[in-house]
């Protein structure tokens, strides 16, 4: 080889060696995602499915790594999929989910400890049927949230404890866990939980907390908390709503009333359904159903224009408050990716074509998302 060639190689080597070791060929130059629009505001999160967790979605991993920096898991770490036969946990999914996280370096939330609903058929009855004793649900209870919050201590940096144990007046839900062992079980699950992971941060997470009756009793339910002794971190404010509900006034209220709690306030399960609400269809009690008729489904083939602008405003009100109330504010979560993975799609109307979520069904980031990431990428 000649020198003139060989001097023309080693220069064609350097470049491209050049060209390897710049950042974006190292992929270490990131698209900016909602994460960094959010930067020292808040964590802005999402809920993992089978899917996303264990990694076949991978359009949606794609878009979690670059928009969310923390994660709640939406099923596998409920006591029915964790625990389905007294004794033998299943901790497939949630070790999945638990590694995903931390991997990511993102805060990762578990979901949930104790709830009335997707709890196994064992938990609360005998051999023969019948309720358990106040002492052996004391004694399940303690179990399965020392053993699961013990797994995973130092890892999981946050609990939802408990979920939905206060209804729309402010009375307390007559569930099995409230009329076997008393309003004590709420009080009980933080303890236990605290005992298994002093440094997670404890919550209470419910809907329709805007609602002045729910709003009042949840506050009445804290300071119970907090003059006993017991430690609660934060209030968790799901955030399903509609085009109409609840009144953003209302929400706000209820932001500055737990605030003054001294705990974190956090905005869970966020999505905004665009479709008309059937009447008392406001809540998220997922025993809720409503009979489908064509006039609750009118969007089967996609938004028109107006409605998507009316929707991509709706977010907008909602993170402009959330924003007004960042010192109180410590994350929000959207419940899901993409609108087709969202449970809202049958709830609380089975089988129709929502669409709550930031981004659509071919994984697009809409209108509310992009007007947002123009910003941070001019900066």
Not at 66 to 85: E, S, Y
Not at 153 to 165: C, T
Not at 202 to 219: K, Q, W
Not at 283 to 291: F, I, K, L, N, Q
């Amino acid at each position: 080889m000649n020198y003139k060639l060989k001097s023309q190689v080693s220069l064609t080597v350097l470049i491209l060696m050049i060209c390897l070791s710049a950042p974006s060929a190292r992929g270490t130059d990131k698209a900016k995602g909602l994460k960094d629009v959010f930067k020292g505001k808040f964590y802005i999160g999402t809920a993992m499915n089978t899917g996303q967790i264990t990694g076949r979605d991978t359009a949606s991993i794609r878009i979690i790594k670059q928009h969310f920096n923390t994660i709640t898991a939406d099923n596998c770490m409920k006591c029915g999929p964790m625990q389905p036969v007294e004794g033998k946990f299943n901790f497939t999914l949630s070790d999945q989910f638990v590694e995903f996280g931390m991997q990511n370096q993102m805060f990762v939330v578990g979901h949930n400890l104790v709830w009335h609903s997707q709890a196994p058929k064992w938990f609360f009855v005998d051999e023969k049927g019948q309720d358990v004793s106040r002492e052996v649900l004391i004694s399940r209870m303690k179990n399965h949230i020392q053993t699961v919050v013990g797994r995973y201590k130092g890892k999981v940096k946050g609990w939802d404890v408990v979920n939905e144990a206060i209804l729309d007046d402010g009375s307390w839900r007559q569930s099995k866990l409230y009329k076997i062992i008393g309003p004590d079980f709420l009080k009980l699950a933080f303890q236990f939980a605290h005992e298994a992971d002093p440094d997670a941060e404890l919550y209470y997470n419910d809907y329709s907390m805007a609602l002045p009756g729910r709003r009042e009793g949840v506050i009445k339910m804290v300071k119970d908390l907090q003059k006993d002794g017991i430690r609660i971190d934060g209030i968790g404010m799901q955030g399903h709503c509609s085009m109409d509900f609840p009144k953003i006034e209302e929400f706000e209220k209820s932001i500055v009333a737990f605030g003054a709690l001294g705990v974190k306030v956090m905005i869970t399960e966020m999505d905004i359904s665009a479709l008309p609400s059937p009447k008392d269809g406001h809540g998220a009690d997922v025993d809720s159903r409503v009979e489908y008729n064509n006039e609750l489904n009118p969007y089967t083939n996609g938004l028109p224009q107006e409605v998507e602008k009316a929707h991509a405003k709706r977010y907008k009100e909602f993170f402009d408050l959330f924003l007004k109330h960042q010192d109180k504010i410590s994350r929000v979560t959207l419940w899901g990716v993409q609108d087709g993975q969202s449970w809202k799609n049958n709830f609380p109307v089975p089988g129709r074509t929502d669409y709550p979520l930031l981004f659509d069904r071919n994984y697009q980031p809409k209108s509310f998302i992009t007007s947002l990431l123009e910003v941070v990428e001019a900066q």
